[in-house]
């Protein structure tokens, strides 16, 4: 959209607002916030072609600010009665969202007890969990390079490797519902790959994510220079097979505000997942299979036992229960794991 475009538009968003007709207002200037998104640039450095980020330019979202308080001084002249406000406040959220997005206040979360769940700490309409990804053999990260969404790597020396499984729904039931149906799909999947999903505690899943995290600026199209950088964690967002977006990080602090990490930083030129997954491999590692492996396997399985004959509950210690199921090890999980791992392997 051309700068007279833009000017047209303003206009017409102001003619309507002061005609009191403010939904097609709101509609231009979405239209127009749409219009200032910028593409990436690629640059050539020596062999290696990467892909960059654009340099900040704040212009552009100091206009669309200019225009928001604009509107909100013509709708408090208009009489309006709640359209300065949302005006005024959705303009400085534009001119302060590096600040916004920079301090995780969109993004951080809080345990909902007894559960596997995580509620937005603004929005609570906005519902998270974690699933931890557990491999039957080292070797089988074919499993891993089939999944798609969010998924969280923590590296070092014990690497693990997490679904996150976002939702928006009204009250703890939809969300439960909606995100146990998504991990329900998600194992069926996996299960034939040699990987199973273990949701994790609200109350682990919060101590997880509890980090002060520093942002790695690093933009390639070339994965192989990313994964070879030493951050502590990295956060994807996979498509239909191929890398959209990710974002590295190093931990600074073990004791911050818990918040599900954004991957924000996007590729002209999209990367197969299993590209990534085998660079990854290769330099850092998967997780090792241990007890829930097994444990997973097992209960996938016996899909088609009945329930009572697949989880063999024992005794509880420290508030965890001792849970086996038929040729398997014990493991120990809260009672919230159980029931979401009962619904999930239904």
């Given at each position: ?315 509880e210690v420290e508030g965890k229960v001792i849970v086996e199921t038929p040729g398997s090890a014990q493991v120990r999980l809260t009672k919230a794991q159980v029931r979401a791992l009962a619904r999930i392997y239904a």
């Amino acid at each position: 959209m051309g700068w007279r475009l833009r000017l047209t538009a303003i206009l017409v968003m102001l003619i309507f607002l002061g005609l009191g007709v403010w939904p097609v207002s709101l509609l231009v200037f979405l239209y127009l916030a749409y219009s200032f998104r910028r593409p990436r640039t690629r640059a050539v450095l020596g062999q290696r072609q990467e892909t960059f980020q654009k340099p900040a330019r704040p212009w552009g979202r100091y206009g669309i600010g200019a225009a928001l308080f604009l509107l909100s001084f013509v709708a408090a002249e208009s009489g309006g009665t709640y359209s300065p406000e949302v005006f005024l406040v959705t303009g400085l959220a534009v001119i302060l969202w590096p600040v916004i997005s920079g301090l995780g206040l969109l993004s951080g979360v809080v345990p909902v007890k007894d559960s596997v769940l995580l509620q937005n700490r603004l929005f609570p309409l906005s519902w998270h969990a974690l699933a931890e990804v557990k491999l039957e053999s080292q070797d089988q990260t074919r499993g891993i390079a089939a999944m798609s969404g969010k998924l969280l790597l923590f590296a070092g020396r014990a690497p693990a490797m997490f679904q996150v499984v976002s939702v928006c729904a009204l009250n703890y039931r939809q969300a439960e519902a909606s995100i146990v149906k998504r991990l329900r799909r998600e194992t069926k999947m996996l299960s034939q790959r040699g990987a199973h999903l273990l949701p994790a505690d609200s109350a682990d899943a919060a101590d997880k994510l509890s980090l002060e995290w520093e942002r790695l600026s690093i933009g390639t199209e070339d994965f192989e220079a990313v994964s070879s950088l030493p951050f502590d964690a990295v956060v994807f967002q996979v498509k239909d097979g191929r890398l959209v977006s990710h974002r590295a990080f190093n931990v600074l602090e073990p004791n911050g505000t818990a918040a599900v990490p954004v991957a924000d930083l996007k590729h002209a030129r999209e990367p197969l997942f299993a590209e990534v997954v085998q660079e990854i491999g290769r330099k850092h590692g998967w997780p090792a299979p241990d007890e829930f492996s097994s444990f997973l396997a097992s209960l996938d399985a016996s899909r088609t036992e009945p329930l009572v004959d697949r989880f063999r509950m024992k005794e509880e210690v420290e508030g965890k229960v001792i849970v086996e199921t038929p040729g398997s090890a014990q493991v120990r999980l809260t009672k919230a794991q159980v029931r979401a791992l009962a619904r999930i392997y239904a």
